[in-house]
């Protein structure tokens, strides 16, 4: 069973006051307004000089919907660096925040869950060290990484989701709570956590966008776990994980010989999504990293798909992948009973339907 989370609550009423706030998007004067109290005492109480009474702590549980356990709970206590998100720049800096907070939510599930499986493996993928990468040393971890999880240097991967987790890599689904149960998208594609072995890994994305962005996300996610988790304060993180991404999903060799001796047009690009289930734009910065498209090219064929409205909205769709581990872990724990939820829910210390959107039920394979 669950390990008891309740030694040194004290000390931490405050700081999951904060944590509570800050997943469901509040000021301190929102959440002082509905628990009655003065924005003056939620201050106090978040900074440590006061402690808050029962009473209020039910009182700020029921308002924000949150468990009580929630406001029990001791935080785990992740090293700086490695949180780590995929977003676009049109996303908001609060937004940032909240999704932070929940991704060390799930981090802290997950954790706690893992903890009570014995069969569960953590990640042995390759782990790069040094201050600097070149492009060739990635693609090389892209291919070792590979080798780690089974899989060969010429297929594509089938599902990059069941990959990770077969590779011990927890993968869950990730939506901010908006009104009432409803989710909200962020401008963010996707965030990861690991402080490294022996501890378990979690990658999440956010569902809404094409399958393709989704398969992308949880490679580049993918990447950060081997770049970044040994190296920080890296000048580009991004391009690195995206260099990897790209590395992973298709491997030079097998590009190289589909594009030899072709001036490859849109249509022969989309020929080549549907076997890889890599996007169309992502395929041409591929082709560009490799040196099998020219500046000159890669501008022309950006230029026909901004012209086609192909940016936001590809030809040739991908599916997306449904993860299976966290239901699996929660399922074991818990059961699969129609309240499984709020059960979890109550004993993990989280809003149930974040539970539901992290770990959702895996569908039957056919």
Known sequence: MLAAMHDGQSAYAGERIRAART???LSQGDLAEASGVGQTMISKIESGAKYPSDDLLDTIAAVTGTPRSFFDVV???????????????QAKRGDTKR???LLAEAYRIVWTLVKQHDRYLAPT???ATGEELSGEDIEELAARTREALGLDLHSPVRHVTRICERGGILVAPISLPGDGDESETVGHFGASCWPGPPEPALIGFFPDGPGDRQRFTLAHELGHLVLHTRRHYIPDPEGEANRFAGAFLVPAEPLREAMADQDFTLRDFAGLKARWGVSIQALIMRGSHLGLIDARRKESLFKQISARGWRKQEPVQVHHEEPALFWKLMATEFGTSRSVYNTAGDRLGLHSFLLGQLAP???PRK
Not at 75 to 89: A, C, G, H, Q
């Open 23 to 25: 997943l469901l998007g």
């Open 75 to 89: 935080p785990l206590d992740i090293p700086p660096m490695t949180l780590r998100f995929r977003k676009s720049s």
């Open 125 to 127: 993928i390759p782990l």
């Open 99 to 101: 999704v932070d907070q």
């Open 361 to 363: 039920r895996a569908t």
